[in-house]
């Protein structure tokens, strides 16, 4: 129903920069939060980013604020993630999700569709 599709993930040196980008497709829908969430080999799944439909309001985790910035374009129906001043405890497998509610949320059980990952590797 709803198709979500990532892409910009790759492997950098720590100190670079990516950005991941997901677009939404499939149906249209409004008021929808959209987020990013990692999980680390061995870790479990955790947040990293929302925003709100607007791009009026946003939350970091700790560990990523100050050095990623989430954006949406809602014309483009895409969520994008800009990873900066990279550290090897970001390598993970970055997940898209929404939250049709419209819901600004760090817990993963709001979220109603996911992207199938993409991996994010950075080296020392």
């Known amino acids: 129903q709803v198709q979500l599709v990532e892409s910009g993930g790759g492997s950098v040196q720590a100190g670079g920069s990516l950005r991941l980008s997901c677009a939404a497709s499939?149906?249209?829908?409004?008021?929808?939060?959209m987020g990013w969430f990692r999980q680390a080999p061995g870790k479990e799944r955790e947040f990293v980013a929302v925003?709100?439909?607007?791009?009026?309001?946003?939350l970091y985790a700790d560990s990523v604020k100050g050095r990623f910035t989430i954006s949406r374009d809602n014309a483009k129906n895409t969520v994008y993630l800009q990873m900066g001043r990279l550290k090897p405890e970001d390598t993970a497998v970055y997940y898209c999700?929404?939250?049709?509610?419209?819901?600004?949320?760090?817990?993963?059980?709001?979220?109603?569709?996911w992207g199938q990952g993409t991996q994010v590797t950075v080296s020392s």
């Open positions: 999700a929404v939250d049709s509610s419209g819901r600004v949320d760090y817990d993963e059980i709001w979220y109603d569709y």
């Open positions: 499939g149906r249209t829908f409004s008021s929808y939060a």
């Open positions: 925003i709100s439909w607007s791009g009026g309001m946003t």
